[in-house]
T-cell receptor, first 111, second 112 residues
Framework: GIQVEQSPPDLILQEGANSTLRCNFS?????LQWFHQNPWGQLINLFY???GTKQNGRLSATTVATERYSLLYISSSQTTDSGVYFC?????????????FGKGTLLTVNP | DSGVTQTPKHLITATGQRVTLRCSPR?????VYWYQQSLDQGLQFLIQ???????AKGNILERFSAQQFPDLHSELNLSSLELGDSALYFC???????????FGQGTRLTVV
């Protein structure tokens, strides 16, 4: 099946800093999503971005499908940004409809 | 609020017991997914339904079963529970098979 690798696995920032999280995937996709799992365990949708670039406030994301990677940018980080960021993809080939998750990036933003 | 409702939020039960987790998808969504999140395994896909039919199956144990009902809500049944089944169980829904998925708040299952 499709492989999803996220980097870095852990990231510690001071409030106000910027960061870039990366997601590499091993095959073509027709769905790519970024999620934030907060300390209470909720999975919050950030972006649905199988290709192209999107922005939402301090967050933006870019997916280059032909090169099989996606980037999540967080600017002017805040303590509430802490948590785990997951990338998840759906393979566009065959009849495999599952959303495959990477292992996530644990982000800690210190005041 | 994602619009996906899972009940109960927390469940504590003994080994050997059986439990049922319930999921109500967002209005208009036909596809439902179930995931298990444990500390050492990450987010693992269990099973997916689309408009009442099973569409994809992951590493779901034989002790686990699921179904999607005509009103599109779904239930995940876990039987002969073991300590290792303790995890956060998520349900997600989407309009179709390859569209954006939205997750419920999860059911935290503790087997003692």
């Amino acid at each position: 099946g499709i492989q999803v690798e996220q980097s870095p696995p852990d990231l510690i920032l001071q409030e106000g800093a910027n960061s870039t999280l990366r997601c590499n995937f091993s095959d073509s996709v027709n769905n790519l999503q970024w999620f934030h799992q907060n300390p209470w365990g909720q999975l919050i949708n950030l972006f649905y971005i199988p290709s192209g670039t999107k922005q939402n406030g301090r967050l933006s994301a870019t997916t280059v499908a032909t090169e099989r990677y996606s980037l999540l940018y967080i600017s002017s980080s805040q303590t509430t940004d802490s948590g785990v960021y997951f990338c998840a993809v759906q393979n566009s080939g065959g009849s495999n409809y599952k959303l495959t998750f990477g292992k996530g990036t644990l982000l800690t933003v210190n005041p | 609020d994602s619009g996906v409702t899972q009940t109960p939020k927390h469940l504590i039960t003994a080994t050997g017991q059986r439990v049922t987790l319930r999921c109500s998808p967002r209005s208009g969504d036909l596809s439902v997914y179930w995931y298990q999140q444990s500390l050492d395994q990450g987010l693992q896909f269990l099973i997916q339904y689309y408009n009442g039919e099973e569409r994809a199956k992951g590493n779901i144990l034989e002790r686990f079963s699921a179904q999607q009902f005509p009103d599109l809500h779904s239930e995940l049944n876990l039987s002969s529970l073991e300590l290792g089944d303790s995890a956060l169980y998520f349900c997600a829904s989407s309009v179709s098979i390859n569209t954006e998925a939205f997750f419920g708040q999860g059911t935290r299952l503790t087997v003692v």
